[in-house]
Each structure stands twice: as C-alpha cells, then as structure tokens.
C-alpha cells in the first residue's frame, strides 16, 4: 500500500532491481541526432522513472563506445589517409568517446557509467569478461572451429575485415546496396560468399575469397528454443511487437530462391543437389523457392548453382554466429586449441560489454567483484535493453542463445534459474527519419548532429519532444523548423510543441501558486485537505500513466502529462482570482503541481528538481512512488506553517532557447 492511502490494486509489477542499457554508438563518430532521439533519451526517461518507482539504489543505467571493429579501423584509415591525421587509433576512439560522453551530458542521459570496449579500465575489464565468456561456450560445447570464405584483396596483399568489403546483399526482397563481408547495413546475415557483386574499399577491385579458420557459435542449433522463446514474449504486455516478428523471420528454414526464367537449368542440375523440396514448379509467378532441412545443405547447394549460370536470392534462416576474426584492432580471443592470435568480432563481445561495465560501475564503487550478479542473473531483477530495430537480430536471434548457452549444454531453458544469466527484456524503436528521409552518417542524406540541435532547442524540449513520436509503433520523421527548408515560418515548429506544455503552461501554473501564496499567505503554503475530486483524477491519471511505463508507451506518456497539466492549469484559471476560495484553491493545487512534477520528473528533471527546491521538501520523498498519491502534507514536518522558498518575479522553472525568444 502507498503513502496516501490510494489503492495497489491491478497495477504493473516492477522488478525488485533493473539494468538498463542503452545500444552503443561506434567509437568512429560523435552521436547524431538518431542516437539520442531515437534511443538514449528513451532509455533515460525509463531508468529515472525506475529510479522513483522501486528506489535509484536498486538500478544501474549502463552504456558505452563501442570501440573495435572495422568501422572504427576503416573510419580511423580514412582520417589518417584523408586528413593527415596523425594520432594512434586509440587516441582516435578517446576523441569521439569524450565527444559522444559530453553530448550524453548535456541531453541529460543519467547514466552510472559510460564506459569504452577498448579504454580504460573498462577495456580491462572488458577484455576479461570476454575471455571468461567464451571460453565458458567452449567448456559447454557451444563452440565450432569452422573453415571459410574470407575477401582478400590481392592488390593491397591482405585480408579484408567487416566493412573493408561492400556489395549487394544476398537475401531475398533486401534491396540493401551496402553489403559487407558477411552482414547488410539493415542487420541481415549471411556467409561471406554469398555477398553479390562484392568490391574492396581498399583497392576497388573484385577480392577473392581465401581460406580462414574461426571459431563459430553453434547458433542454428538454438532454433527450436528460439521459437519457444518467440511464443513466450508474444504474451508479454511488455514486449513490442516488432521484437517477436523481426526475430520470428531468422528462424525459417534454409531457402534458395530462383527467378522462373532460370526453371529449366535448374531441372538439368536439380539431382546433383543435396535433399531438398521445391515449391509448385508447374504454376510458377515469378520465382520459385528450393527449401533445405540443414544449412549445410544449402550451402553445398549454392556453388553448384553458380556453376550452372542460375542466378539466385537467399532467405533469412540461423546461421553459425563467427565469433573470431583477424582484425588487429580487436579484443584478444583467448586461445583455444590450436588456435591463437585471433581476435573477437565486434558484435558478440559488444553483447556482453554491458555486463562489463556493469561489473566496472561496482568496481568503482567498491563493491563486491559479486554485484553484478544481482543485477543480471537474479530473477527478482530485470534487464532492459533500449535498441533500434536494426539490431534485433544481435539482440535477439543472437544474444538470448547466447545467454542460454552459459547456462551448460543439457537441459537449456528459456526461463534461467537463479544464478544463470537472465534473459532481457528488448525495447526497440523504429527508425527516427529527418525531414521525412531515413538518415545515416555514410547515406545520402545526412543527419543533424545531436550536439547541434542545441543550438536551436534546449534538451528539455528535445527529450519531451522525442518521446513524443511513438517510434514503438513506426517510423516518425523529426521535423525541426530551423533545419526544414521546406518548413513555413508562420506556423508553429513541430519539434516545440511537447516544450510549450511545459515553458507556457505548467511553468504559468507553477508560478502562480508560488507568487498567490507569497500574496496572500506570506510564503507559507496553506494547510488542508485536498478536494477529493482531485485526488481521483490524480489517481485516475497516475495508474494509467504507470500502465504506459510498463510498456514502454512513452508517447502516452506524454499524452497523459499533457492532458493532465493543461486541466491543472484550467482548474487555475477558473479559480484563481476568487480571494475567498484561495486556500482551497492552493491547496488542490499545489497537489496537482507536486503529482505533476513527479510525473514529469523522469521527461524534465531539473524543472521539476527546481520544484521540489523551491516547495522546501525533501527529493527523496517527493519523488518517491511511495508517497506517489500522497499530498504535500505528507512529505514535511510542520504542516501548518511549512515555509516555501521565495520566487522572484519572472522566475522560470522551465526556460525556453535563447534563439527562440529573438523569433517570437
């Protein structure tokens, strides 16, 4: 039961302590406007309102650089051989990490750590953590030493990692032209030589393809828990839909499909494949489709095609997850069997770098090497993990077998025990667009810098307006007035609106409760019982506010600030100017701005912060869901002669941009 007496009924349970992370950005790059508004602010908003709702002591907000791979390796190349820049790579990465850290600042993103794959003592930990987690996979039999294809490029006489190599993606209906060495830009996988038309970024020229040996994840042989897990998270409340369908489409079987043009080569060579099934060749539209039960199948089936002149598309099916590679600027792979001198692919390791950092926040805290497992492998907490839909596939199809995969070899389970690393829970939004378009920093179109945007906009009208879009539900397009060439100067700038309830309204509200008790009570705030009318409205507005923090619903959210504010403030006006009323009148509302505050509290912190400041009351219980339908008069000792902090004219609680004012 909550302070206030209000019912617990039928509410949303929240886990006793909670991760949550935020996807994390390349080490090549400062953030652009995607990172923060189509992901970090998300994340935010959800991790302050858990620090209210079960207590800031019992969750952790974690995030950090991505550090290795070959963005960072071919972007660091670039900048040397372009720019004449003459720093390591390592100072290369140091320089975007402190640039995106100070962007995260001044967005206000709480994290408890920003941590760096490959910097610090973060990159020893990490490196760690890494060594300790494969070398668990290949004790439990997860691992598989694997020969393959990888691009080479003759010219410059060396082997050609990640985005070294680019060419058309291999999988059906993809029209992805930005393929590399064995994943699309939109998150597809496939084995390296099924990349079509593949050129070297290096030299230009067609590479071949050169044996190399790896270690593999044996990840086509978590089909069937995969699935399980798929039907398990269509029940969640809490889970969006784009999660279990985006996952749900990598677990098909291993298809080839075939333009009808090329039906008759395929009959002359269709028995020299493996065992395989074909879909009805006598009523063919436009293709056909050659279905294996194995991967390997299909495969062995691919080259024999190409020698026969049929061209071909594959489908989205498991493949073995590589987990080495031999890129220099890596985390060490610790050395199995005969194998050495290999390092980690960026994507698995950056799966468990959270749980890296995890473990470097509590070291610095100095706590036990043991905390982390509190967070992570008991089932009283719940990891939360805020992605873009591009990286479900990792996130997903990926991560959740590996997860599982620590757990041993027999008896695998969706629903881990207790000491076993917990399954998390996926968040992932559409794609943010600019001015309508997709954006990315290697596109045709270009996004904004994050950064940037503050010239033009504070963070608090950003983070409400960002919230806003319902990128759970599609893609939205952000359309700030400034940088729209295309925009009206006599309408209103869509990226202001969710602010102005805040700088005009609420800011107008706050004000005249603070400026009518130093008028008629001498700053003392009144002392009564608040209107039960407003209590219910409250109630209504706080239960239906949590619902849509449990799932994730954060433009309802904002729907629901919105709408309770602006009758807040018409509750105001009508009631302001009678002198005989004014203590009641105070005293809703100034209940009404405390349950507003608090609801505000994770979308505008310092606002709200300001608030309970100037109230004279004690944070850790003014924004504490304990006391969340509470009035004033709870959370202070002397309740009838409780002093407010005095506020001088024209004091904002919530400011507008310079740049504004010289508009307006």
Request: proline residues 4%; glycine residues 6%.
């Amino acid at each position: 039961m909550n302070k206030g007496g209000r019912t617990s009924m039928g509410r949303p349970e929240f886990p006793k302590r909670a991760i949550v992370t935020g996807g994390m950005p390349y080490g090549n790059k400062t953030l652009h406007f995607g990172h923060v508004g189509g992901m970090f602010v998300h994340a935010d908003v959800f991790a302050r309102f858990l620090r209210d709702r079960i207590g800031k002591d019992n969750v952790v907000f974690v995030s950090g650089t991505d550090c290795y791979g070959s963005p960072i390796a071919e972007g660091y190349r670039k900048k040397v051989d372009n720019e004449g820049y003459t720093g390591t790579i390592e100072d290369y990465v140091q320089e975007n990490h402190d640039a995106q850290e100070k962007t995260l600042r001044d967005y206000k993103i709480s994290l408890d750590i920003f941590g760096a794959s490959g910097l610090g003592d973060t990159k020893e930990i990490h490196q760690q953590e890494t060594d300790e987690f494969i070398r668990k996979l290949y004790e439990n039999g997860w691992l598989e030493k694997l020969v393959t294809k990888q691009f080479y490029d003759t010219k410059y006489q060396c082997f050609l990692n990640g985005r070294q190599v680019v060419g058309k993606c291999p999988i059906e209906h993809c029209q992805s032209e930005k393929g590399y060495a064995d994943e699309c830009d939109l998150g597809h996988q496939y084995m390296p030589e099924e990349l079509i038309d593949p050129k070297s970024t290096l030299s230009g020229e067609t590479p071949e393809m050169r044996d190399v040996t790896n270690w593999y994840f044996k990840l086509t042989e978590f089909n069937g828990l995969l699935k399980e897990y798929v039907d398990d998270i269509k029940k969640k409340k809490n889970v969006r839909r784009i999660v279990s369908e985006t996952m749900e489409e990598s677990l098909g079987a291993p298809v080839i499909y075939i333009q009808e043009k090329f039906l008759d080569q395929y009959k002359a060579i269709e028995s020299q494949l493996p065992e395989h099934e074909n879909s009805d060749l006598e009523n063919i539209k436009t293709s056909f489709t050659v279905t294996f039960d194995k991967l390997e199948k299909r495969e062995k089936a691919c080259p024999i095609l190409t020698k026969a002149g049929i061209h071909y598309r594959t489908g989205k099916t498991l493949v073995p997850l590589r987990l080495t590679g031999n890129i220099e600027w890596g985390v060490k792979a610790p050395k199995l069997e005969d194998e050495e001198d290999l390092t980690v692919w960026v994507w698995p390791e950056s799966l468990w770098a959270p749980i890296s950092f995890t473990k470097a926040y509590f070291k610095r805290k100095g706590m036990s090497d043991e905390e982390w497992k509190k967070y992570w492998c008991d089932k009283d907490a719940t990891v939360f993990q805020f992605i873009g839909q591009d990286n479900i596939y990792f996130y997903g199809v990926a991560q959740m077998p590996l997860w599982m995969a620590q757990q041993g070899k027999d008896n695998l389970t969706i629903h881990p025990e207790n000491n076993d690393l917990q399954l998390t829970t996926l968040v992932a939004n559409h794609h943010i667009l600019f001015l309508d378009k997709k954006a990315s920093s290697s596109g045709a179109v270009k996004p904004p810098m994050a950064a940037d945007l503050l010239e033009y906009y504070t963070a608090d009208q950003l983070r409400a307006h960002f919230i806003s879009l319902a990128l759970g539900n599609k893609s939205v397009s952000f359309m700030p007035q400034p940088l729209n060439p295309d925009a009206k100067t006599n309408e209103p700038d869509p990226v202001l609106a969710q602010g102005n309830l805040y700088t005009n309204v609420f800011n107008r509200l706050v004000r005249g409760c603070f400026y009518s008790t130093q008028k008629y009570f001498d700053g003392v705030l009144p002392y009564g019982e608040v209107s039960e009318e407003y209590k219910k409205i409250a109630e209504r507005t706080i239960l239906n506010y949590e619902n849509h923090m449990y799932k994730f619903e954060l433009h309802q959210v904002m729907n629901d600030l919105d709408s309770y504010i602006r009758n807040a403030s018409k509750f105001w006006s009508k009631n302001s100017n009678n002198e005989e009323t004014m203590k009641q009148t105070l005293i809703d509302a100034f209940y009404m701005v405390k349950v507003a505050a608090v609801l505000s509290h994770p979308v505008v912190p310092d606002g709200c912060e300001k608030i309970c400041d100037y109230l004279n009351v004690d944070p850790d219980k003014f924004f504490n869901w304990e006391y969340i339908f509470a009035d004033l008069y709870e959370l202070i000792d002397d309740k009838e002669n409780h002093k407010l902090k005095q506020l001088k004219e024209k004091e904002d609680f919530y400011v507008k941009h310079p740049s504004q004012f010289k508009q307006n």
